[in-house]
Nanobody, 122 residues
Framework: QVQLVEDGGGLVQPGGSLRLSCATSGIIFIRTYNMGWYRQAPGKQRELVAAIASGGGTNYADSVKGRFTISRDNVKNAVILQMNGLKPEDTAVYYC???????????????WGQGTQVTVSS
């Protein structure tokens, strides 16, 4: 059973930084998974923030390019989202997502964590 646990959210002032981590269990080789961070603000749909594919390629939402960086720790089987230059519009619940090779083939949305709140406010 795959489980994802996010950590690192909190309250930060505009311009500040946070480092979100997604610890996984039940995944043997995280490098075979597509991993992503999504966020959902109140009254809005969940949106992709950043993703790292099994091959290592990354992609980012236009709104976070140049400020956020996604990385993967293949030893700890974890995914990190480094967020710099935070803005009030980054306020949301951030979710970790993992999609296995078989889920990619079937079009399954994959596994989700419970989310961590990020609030950017002065």
């Amino acid at each position: 059973q795959v489980q994802l646990v996010e950590d690192g959210g909190g309250l930060v002032q505009p311009g500040g930084s946070l480092r979100l981590s997604c610890a996984t269990s039940g995944i043997i080789f995280i490098r075979t998974y597509n991993m992503g961070w999504y966020r959902q603000a109140p009254g809005k749909q969940r949106e992709l923030v950043a993703a790292i594919a099994s091959g290592g390629g990354t992609n980012y939402a236009d709104s976070v390019k140049g400020r956020f960086t996604i990385s993967r720790d293949n030893v700890k089987n974890a995914v990190i989202l480094q967020m710099n230059g935070l803005k009030p519009e980054d306020t949301a619940v951030y979710y970790c997502n993992a999609v296995s090779p078989s889920q990619r083939r079937s079009g399954d949305a994959g596994y989700w964590g419970q989310g961590t709140q990020v609030t950017v406010s002065s």
